[in-house]
């Protein structure tokens, strides 16, 4: 019988390591894998808005970085996909990492999320929230933390 499993990929070692974590241990034959990437637009939302309100041009340029970054984490995630053999596609989502990942698992009728986890402390997790926390507790199905050694 095929699952689906959502995989959340930002790039990192961290969610690297759960996608490798994830074929060796639990990948069945017939599994297909969503890796769910979000965006989210760093260099753009470092800048002020005042000085991109006045330079139009500032702006396009981040939004062709940012589109360049993206695409190079994509052909990244195909290589993985490859690499190991496995069915998937990449779904690329906008806003809320926590929330996208969310929205794929139910959208694709997931039967488990994967993701990693960056180790933050009690304090930084508080203070910049923590996508699997997130994940953990709004997801309709099991969610597989796996951090790396």
Request: proline share 3%; hydrophobic share 40%.
């Given at each position: 019988m ?43 939302s ?16 981040l939004?062709?970085g940012?589109?360049?970054k993206?695409?190079?984490?994509a052909a ?11 069915e ?11 929330h ?15 993701t990693g ?23 309709p ?5 796996c951090?790396?050694e």
């Amino acid at each position: 019988m095929s699952r689906t499993i959502v995989i959340a990929m930002d790039g990192s070692q961290h969610a690297e390591y759960a996608f490798q974590w994830y074929v060796q241990k639990c990948y069945r034959e017939g599994d297909k894998v969503v890796i769910v990437y979000c965006a989210e637009y760093n260099e753009l939302s470092s800048k002020p808005l005042t000085l991109m309100s006045v330079d139009k041009s500032l702006i396009t340029n981040l939004i062709e970085g940012e589109e360049a970054k993206v695409k190079k984490l994509a052909a990244k995630f195909e290589d993985l996909v490859k690499k190991y053999k496995v069915e998937g596609k990449i779904v690329r989502v906008n806003g809320e990492p926590g929330h996208g990942i969310i929205k794929v698992a139910e959208d694709e009728k997931a039967a488990m999320i994967v993701t990693g986890t960056r180790g933050l402390g009690t304090i930084r997790r508080k203070l910049l929230g923590s996508v699997s926390e997130y994940v953990i507790h709004h997801s309709p199905v099991p969610v597989m933390v796996c951090r790396q050694e």
